[in-house]
Nanobody
């Protein structure tokens, strides 16, 4: 199983970016899909999640600006980021996981892609 994140870069505040996470080896529809951020010196934090039923959840800091989606045609997870702010600067990680209740049976992470937003 491989998750390959891409699409990060340097943008100005107010601009947009779309991150991609190409997944191989598992069917996305059977997994909960997440995007996490990790800023320097901080813990990794969940910002967007997409359940197997299509339910999307967002952290309050990105709600209304970020959109998580998946494409079955190319087995890719996306994070559309609009109205970017300097505080969105971080390394972004994609994750695919599933399990039974609190027990994780499968948990896969991408390698991270850097997003830098200049103010």
């Amino acid at each position: 199983v491989q998750l390959q994140a891409s699409g990060g870069g340097l943008v100005q505040a107010g601009e947009s970016l779309r991150l991609s996470c190409a997944v191989s080896g598992i069917p996305l529809g059977e997994y909960t899909l997440d995007w996490y951020i990790q800023a320097p010196g901080k813990q990794r934090e969940l910002v967007a999640s997409l359940s197997t039923t299509g339910l999307m959840k967002y952290d309050g800091s990105v709600n209304g600006r970020f959109t998580i989606s998946r494409a079955a045609s190319n087995n890719t997870i996306y994070l559309q980021m609009d109205s970017l702010k300097a505080e969105d600067s971080a390394v972004y990680f994609c994750r695919a996981h599933r399990g039974w209740g609190p027990i994780l049976t499968d948990d896969y992470w991408g390698q991270g892609t850097q997003v830098t937003v200049s103010s």
